[in-house]
């Protein structure tokens, strides 16, 4: 048997520079929480400097007879947190968050935008929380500010809608939609979100 030697890779340094940087480069993960303690961890990693995002709907509750409108969380159990691998303990540190959404045993990055499209698409209309969907059938938004969002059609009291899961976290969000803007997609669902 014979061995030889590895050779070091030749890249040019400009890119060695770019690949360091980008090891540390600050992504958006989703923190898991204690429950009903999103708000709290939200405003607190905001005290500490960490970009947080806690998107927010308006639920209409009845407690002793009357009605009251409250604002609760899209995805109930999480906080998206927009950090450096490097700088996660500052999350982890906090009693409420219990850890972050991992892959594989290392934190799980959302892809890149996905934050920016679920801002944009809260900005657009009223949502509200959905069960998770099992896999199957997908549709494409194909026009209009949401264009190239994938989910699967929901009727609902005579309402078309497109429910748009997000596999990391297991959650799913539910809009109302004209089905003029909407086509099928071919093939089954991948493994990646669908707000990627």
């Known amino acids: 048997m014979l061995l030889t030697l590895a050779k070091p890779c030749s890249i040019p340094s ?26 709290a961890v939200a405003e607190q990693l905001g005290i500490r400097q960490v970009e947080t995002y806690l998107p927010l709907y308006l639920s209409a509750r009845r407690w002793a007879g009357r009605r009251a409108s409250v604002l609760l969380p899209l995805f109930p159990g999480y906080v998206f947190v927009r950090i450096s691998l490097s700088e996660r303990t500052r999350v982890l540190d906090y009693p409420s968050v219990l850890r972050l959404v991992t892959f594989n045993g290392k934190p799980a990055p959302l892809p890149d935008g996905e934050i920016e499209r679920l801002r944009a698409t809260l900005k657009l209309g009223k949502a509200e929380p959905f069960p998770y969907l ?16 994938e989910g699967i059609i929901v009727r609902r009291k005579g309402k078309m809608r497109l429910a748009v899961s997000i596999n990391a976290i297991q959650r799913s969000v539910i809009f109302d939609l004209d089905a003029s803007d909407l086509e099928l997609t071919v093939g089954q669902v991948n493994s990646q979100p669908a707000l990627a």
């Not at 770019?18 to 303690?37: G, K, N, Q």
């Not at 938004?141 to 949401?146: A, C, R, V």
């Open 134 to 149: 099992v896999p199957g059938k997908r549709i494409r938004i194909k026009s209009g500010p949401l264009a190239g969002l």
């Open 14 to 39: 400009t890119d060695c520079m770019s690949l360091m940087l980008d090891v540390d480069a600050p992504l958006w993960y989703a923190a898991y929480t204690l429950p009903r303690h999103e708000k």
